[in-house]
């Protein structure tokens, strides 16, 4: 058992290990009110071609308590900061390409995200890539479910101090993936009466699974600004609902494997 943490400024672990999941625990980032917040993630001026430097990002808390109508403006300084750290490191030949088709030629974080996704999903040769991309794009797209993708996006960088940028999250960071490839599954979930949604949202479990090692049920309910830490051989079930503790709204979910201690601390002391 691990005591849980007073709510401090400096983060700390809190919770218990998951009983319905021997192999996961959560932990959480305590704050005591929005004055006392996760750090910040503050771009460079090269991040973002003609922006001041210095200037902020919102942090995985004001994502999490934005209206819809405040969704877009947030998710467009994420982007923007990713796309300029697309840019600063488009000189080497072999990356200017993957970053030309991921993020240059793309307009929005939702549009980026669901191409991103869609291409490993559609690796299997068998799923069209095209057609799921826009697919992804509708969903993600939503206010509510934009909110919770920008958010995780965020409490990754926040959180993990082996997260440099937020481009590097997008891309690689298969823990990120999996669960957003999981919040379209759980969209598609819902849709009760629709088979072809349904069967949609199991094929993206199925090939999460294969291509992340997260097997998340679609029917499952995650709170935003969660991070999937060494996202392999992580299991969640149907019935299952995680959210934050109250006034911690990051929430980080790791695996322990046999190469670290069963229990291990969720965020740095």
Request: glycine share 6%.
């Amino acid at each position: 058992m691990l005591p849980h943490a007073a709510p401090v400024a400096a983060p700390r672990l809190g919770g218990n290990p998951a009983a319905l999941f021997p192999a996961l625990f959560l932990g959480v980032q305590c704050t005591s009110s929005f004055t006392r917040r996760l750090p910040r993630v503050r771009m460079s001026a090269n991040d973002i071609d003609g922006a001041a430097q210095g200037s902020e990002l919102p942090t995985a808390a004001q994502l999490c308590s934005a209206a819809d109508e405040e969704v877009a403006g947030l998710t467009d300084l994420v982007w923007t900061a990713i796309c300029g750290q697309a840019a600063a490191a488009s000189s080497s030949p072999v990356l200017a390409p993957l970053f030309q088709t991921t993020i240059s030629s793309q307009s929005t974080l939702p549009k980026a995200l669901a191409g991103v996704l869609a291409r490993k999903i559609a690796s299997d040769g068998l799923t069209p890539c095209d057609p799921l991309a826009d697919e992804l794009t509708c969903i993600f797209g939503e206010p509510a479910v934009c909110k919770l993708i920008t958010s995780d996006l965020v409490a990754v960088v926040e959180a993990d101090p082996a997260a440099p940028e937020l481009l590097t999250v997008l891309l690689h960071f298969k823990g990120f993936l999996a669960l957003q490839a999981h919040r379209a599954a759980h969209q598609l979930w819902a849709r009760e009466n629709d088979a072809a949604a349904r069967q949609l949202a199991l094929l993206l479990q199925g090939r999460a699974s294969e291509l992340f090692g997260v097997d998340i049920h679609p029917g499952a309910s995650i709170g935003g600004a969660t991070f999937i830490d060494h996202a392999s051989g992580i299991v969640i079930g149907e019935q299952d609902a995680m959210r934050p503790k109250p006034r911690a709204p990051c929430m980080r979910i790791a695996h322990s494997s046999l190469r670290e201690p069963a229990l291990r601390r969720a965020l740095p002391p």
